[in-house]
T-cell receptor
Framework: GAVVSQHPSRVICKSGTSVKIECRSLDFQATTMFWYRQFPKQSLMLMATSNEGSKATYEQGVEKDKFLINHASLTLSTLTVTSAHPEDSSFYIC??????????????FGPGTRLTVT | QKEVEQNSGPLSVPEGAIASLNCTYSDRGSQSFFWYRQYSGKSPELIMFIYSNGDKEDGRFTAQLNKASQYVSLLIRDSQPSDSATYLCAVNAQAGTALIFGKGTTLSVSS
């Protein structure tokens, strides 16, 4: 199956600093990548949809200036949490949809990045 | 507001039994339906997807879709303790758009 990686898997940072999370599709080209956030015991909440070469589309309530998304290639998307605060501590997960999937719509998740802001 | 509803559980079944997980969705135009399994502290893992009405079987798993009733289910036969996890139902309106997730049902399989 399709493999999606994320780096780092876990990061601890101080309040006010910025953190970059990378999401890579390892064995396929991803036309679209999605960024989710999951708080403890809650479901995944979509933050933004990222299409290669274009600006990301953010969900209502997600600050685009705080959560910067770059999808520079068909295999890499990055999420930068700027000026992180403790309330940004969460599990961030990306998913990718294969370019060659044709009419199918399977999305594959990365292993997630656990962010802790102290 | 497009919604996906699941019973949060926990659903408890003994080892070897059939576990039945249910999901309803509000958007009648939904095209694709997915079941993911999520272990605590891990990201979701795709188990099955189904696009057409009826049943789709893959090993111990069977997905059932009824678009008229806006209902999708997952049956797990011969449940094992390793199946204990949260099962997320996800629905997609059209290809390329993001999945809409339910809150998940926690399954506990006792040995």
């Amino acid at each position: 199956g399709a493999v999606v990686s994320q780096h780092p898997s876990r990061v601890i940072c101080k309040s006010g600093t910025s953190v970059k999370i990378e999401c890579r599709s390892l064995d396929f080209q991803a036309t679209t990548m999605f960024w989710y956030r999951q708080f403890p015991k809650q479901s995944l909440m979509l933050m933004a949809t990222s299409n290669e070469g274009s600006k990301a589309t953010y969900e209502q309530g997600v600050e685009k200036d705080k959560f910067l998304i770059n999808h520079a290639s068909l295999t890499l998307s990055t999420l930068t949490v700027t000026s992180a605060h403790p309330e940004d501590s969460s599990f961030y997960i990306c998913s990718a949809r294969s370019r060659t999937s044709g009419g199918s719509n399977e999305q594959y998740f990365g292993p997630g990045t656990r962010l802790t802001v102290t | 507001q497009k919604e996906v509803e699941q019973n949060s559980g926990p659903l408890s079944v003994p080892e070897g039994a059939i576990a039945s997980l249910n999901c309803t969705y509000s958007d009648r135009g939904s095209q694709s339906f997915f079941w993911y399994r999520q272990y605590s502290g891990k990201s979701p893992e795709l188990i099955m997807f189904i696009y057409s009405n009826g049943d789709k079987e893959d090993g111990r798993f069977t997905a059932q879709l009824n678009k008229a009733s806006q209902y999708v289910s997952l049956l797990i036969r011969d449940s094992q303790p390793s199946d204990s996890a949260t099962y997320l139902c996800a629905v997609n309106a059209q290809a390329g758009t993001a999945l809409i997730f339910g809150k998940g049902t926690t399954l506990s399989v006792s040995s």
